[in-house]
Structures are given as structure tokens and as C-alpha cells.
């Protein structure tokens, strides 16, 4: 794992620490965080398959 893996990683790690505990606030009900947890999830495999197919 080189450096340039690593600077990314701890940015996408901060990013996370930053947004994590204001979505799980603001999605107190079950219902709600799995709807949007879905909806995010839906959002990262779509962007990750557009991403595989841009640099193949």
C-alpha cells in the first residue's frame, strides 16, 4: 500500500467520522435510516460500476 493510497484513505476516514454521527441524529427511526441507508447504497453501486466502466 503506497503513499498514495494511504493520503486518500485517511480522507475518506475523516469524511466519515465528520458525517456519521449527523445522519445516524437525524435518522433516529429504524425505517427512516434503513430508507436512506438504502438510497446511499444504491447511490455508491451506481457510481462505483459508472467508475469501473470510465477506466477500463
Request: hydrophobic content about 60%.
Given at each position: 500500500?503506497?503513499?498514495?493510497?494511504?493520503?486518500?484513505?485517511?480522507?475518506?476516514?475523516?469524511?466519515?467520522?465528520?458525517?456519521?454521527?449527523?445522519f445516524i441524529n437525524s435518522?433516529?427511526?429504524?425505517?427512516?435510516?434503513?430508507?436512506?441507508?438504502?438510497?446511499?447504497?444504491?447511490?455508491?453501486l451506481l457510481l462505483m460500476?459508472?467508475?469501473?466502466?470510465?477506466?477500463?
Amino acid at each position: 500500500m503506497g503513499f498514495e493510497e494511504i493520503i486518500p484513505l485517511i480522507g475518506l476516514i475523516l469524511v466519515l467520522t465528520l458525517v456519521l454521527p449527523g445522519f445516524i441524529n437525524s435518522n433516529s427511526k429504524k425505517r427512516v435510516f434503513f430508507k436512506n441507508l438504502s438510497i446511499w447504497g444504491i447511490i455508491v453501486l451506481l457510481l462505483m460500476i459508472l467508475l469501473y466502466f470510465i477506466y477500463q
